[in-house]
């Protein structure tokens, strides 16, 4: 498939996804006819349910990274699309699983599948849309992709439980809350982007450094993703500000303020997200205590970390216009506004 | 491995499990062995917590079922273990998964695992063993187990879903609640013994015959539980009767009585199951319904009739002690008390 990307104009200031989303293009309009596609069953409440979480769809950048990661690698084949497929399956899947577990209202400001159909259906759909990627990995045949996605699955399901057993913790030290991320998040956007090598069949060395980048990405979208529940505006973000401190999730900025605040600040911390007491003001007051120590500035200090090695891994892949898209997707990682 | 059965005995007046627990006795120890070994975790509150599942137990009939299917068919190997705890994890998952659903206080007489740690950690922990399932398939790397055993999931995915719209309808008919137990249980009781043929590499003929003889098993097995939710003694059972009674689920004694039942007969239904406005006694007054209009005994003669598929499935096979320990099942299952 062609790739039209205008790469005589002038790269603007402001990172965007513009230029990933013209050369995984075509593929990506593959993708969502074949999610539409798969997500069919003779029973109407799973492709209705399903749906909804796919048509609240966010950006995509999990299948994206699958297809611009194969493009990378010089693939021309067709089965990037059903592997970008059966990771888009997965993400939607831990998001209605998410949200039974969260008992969120809202999804990208819209209401969550389980606000409208109940806990009860989005824990089964998630279920079935589980089992459609393993159909579909089926389908594509290798036992080292599907070594690959079962493993990340573990994995996942591993970070969601660690995530719920440091909720509440305040205790919760970076390095832990890097496992949590690391495995909860950034081990879907390594697999995602480890298969562009993999079907390929590109050396071993490639599909490493392409999984070390989709791991650091992800733990650089992780952390903004912290810092933005914690600032953005709703409207932009299309989701409700403060849902980490309603639920008492200790993310790294609640870590770092922690951590240098007196023991009158760290008794407010283990009220609010310790005891889940929380009255009106508390938000406020946590977002004054972010702000004082810092914690917001150094948690993105902290992202741009990881978005430099992501961004040094792909340095054994020839320059060109994939490259520089995966480098502004770093970029628009980081400086998504907050 | 040996298999040690006494076939000087006296086959008893009562079914039993003990020629099948026999048989497949050495093998069953390695699957018991393999799912601790498997549902390790660096996060401790996984084996904790499937760990508390897997010691519930039951009578583990599904991996029991890829055991002794894999000797009918003459399998000397090693790979029926792994498939058979594939099996059992699958069928954990999906355990951990409908206790949530249903809002289940007590499993097999035991408090279930979400009233301990509560829905969310059944959740992903569902997930997690899920995912080791997969894990598990791809290291035995047979593509087509990965198949049999994705449709299954996706099958019994939407068996569940199926389930969920049907409680609470009265309308529900026999035909519709066989389509809802075929998928949501006989589906994994299909693929359990269809992996026997395969793993021995047997003529596909084979593999349907154990399909075949699975699947209506597996009805069998549902319809007889489902009698037992209205008649068994809860410690005989290790579990509260009348909780489907409660969940306002339709099951086929309810459909038979409501069918057969007058105007105030179907307002009681209707009160109970479809508006689930429940008060004292209604449970004993849908038992009096139940045996007024012979709906138990009408059951189980349904459930004698796959039964009997079940048995003629296996006709293709030699006899030996292994197929008597199957028919066997068969007869267990139905002559259960209630």
Redesign the interface.
């Known amino acids: 498939m062609g790739i039209v990307v205008d790469i005589d104009k002038q790269r603007s200031d402001k990172p965007s996804l513009d230029d990933l989303t013209a050369i995984v293009d075509a593929d990506m309009a593959a993708v969502n006819a074949l999610i539409i596609k798969r997500m069919e069953?003779?029973?109407a409440?799973?492709p209705q349910l399903a749906g909804h979480v796919v048509a609240a769809g966010g950006k995509r950048l999990r299948p994206m990274l699958t297809l611009a990661a194969a493009k990378l690698c010089g693939y021309e084949g067709e089965r990037h699309v059903t592997l970008a497929t059966c990771i888009e399956f997965i993400h939607t899947?831990?998001l209605l699983?998410d949200d039974?577990?969260d008992e969120s209202a809202l999804r990208r400001g819209v209401d969550s599948a389980n606000a409208v159909w109940g806990?009860?259906?989005s824990?089964?759909?998630g279920?079935?849309l589980?089992?459609?990627s393993?159909?579909l990995?089926?389908e594509d045949?290798s036992?080292e992709v599907?070594?690959i996605l079962?493993?990340a699955?573990?994995r996942?399901?591993?970070g969601?439980?660690?995530q719920?057993?440091t909720a509440n913790d305040t205790d919760t030290g970076e390095t832990e809350y890097l496992e949590v991320i690391a495995a909860k998040t950034a081990q879907l956007f390594a697999a995602a982007c480890r298969l562009g090598a993999v079907v390929a069949e590109r050396p071993k060395v490639e599909a490493e450094a392409l999984d070390a980048f989709g791991m650091n990405l992800g733990i650089t979208f992780q952390l903004i993703d912290d810092v933005l529940d914690y600032s953005a505006k709703q409207a932009e973000l299309g989701k409700e500000v403060g849902d980490d401190f309603r639920d008492g999730k200790i993310t790294l900025p609640v870590i770092l303020a922690y951590r240098r605040g007196d023991d009158d600040e760290r008794a407010f911390w283990n009220r609010t997200l310790g005891e889940l007491e929380q009255k009106d003001g508390d938000l406020e007051h946590a977002f004054g205590l972010l702000q004082k120590h810092g914690a917001m500035d150094d948690t993105v200090d902290r992202a741009r970390h990881y978005g430099a090695i992501a961004r040094d891994s792909l340095g054994i892949f020839p320059n060109g216009v994939v490259k520089d898209a995966l480098v502004d997707l770093i970029d628009f990682c980081i400086d998504r506004p907050y």
């Open positions: 069953s003779p029973v409440l799973i899947a831990t699983h039974v577990v806990n009860q259906a824990v089964l759909v279920d079935f589980f089992s459609r393993f159909e990995m089926v045949g036992v599907m070594g079962s493993s699955s573990a996942l399901a591993e969601e439980v660690m719920l057993l």
